[in-house]
């Protein structure tokens, strides 16, 4: 089964949250999809939490070795596609890569993100529950 994962997932694995056991579990023997802008919202993520106090620059670096260890495909998203999306669900385009993906490969999204979630079933995507 293919399933698009967003960045809250990602994070939470790498970082060691609460919620990984769940979210691996929930992804063995999946086929995982993101946008092509995983990598760059990860370390968007990892600066915000600089900003925060929340992580050392080792630590940074220790996830970011596991981020790479994660088999995901990265995707090349359609543009246009996203930016009407984002029009259309009064969202960002970073969120809309990953509802477009979802729509493009016809897969569930999987997300702790309420928002995006929410943003996703109103053009009928669905989502993966924790």
Do not use: W
Request: hydrophobic share 45%; with cysteine.
């Amino acid at each position: 089964m293919k399933i698009v994962i967003d960045t809250s997932i990602v994070i939470a694995v790498i970082t060691n949250e609460k919620h990984k056991p769940v979210l691996i579990n929930k992804t063995k023997a999946a086929h995982l999809l993101a946008p092509s802008s995983l990598p760059f919202e990860i370390g968007n993520a990892i600066s915000a939490m600089f900003k925060r106090n929340r992580i050392s620059l080792d630590q940074a670096l220790y996830a970011l070795e596991a981020f790479e260890k994660i088999p995901v495909q990265l995707c090349d998203v359609n543009l246009n596609k996203s930016v009407e999306l984002a029009q259309l669900l009064g969202i960002y385009a970073y969120d809309a890569y990953f509802i477009e993906c979802a729509q493009t490969y016809k897969s569930p999204l999987f997300s702790l993100d309420h928002g995006l979630i929410e943003a996703a079933s109103k053009i009928g995507i669905k989502s993966i529950e924790v």
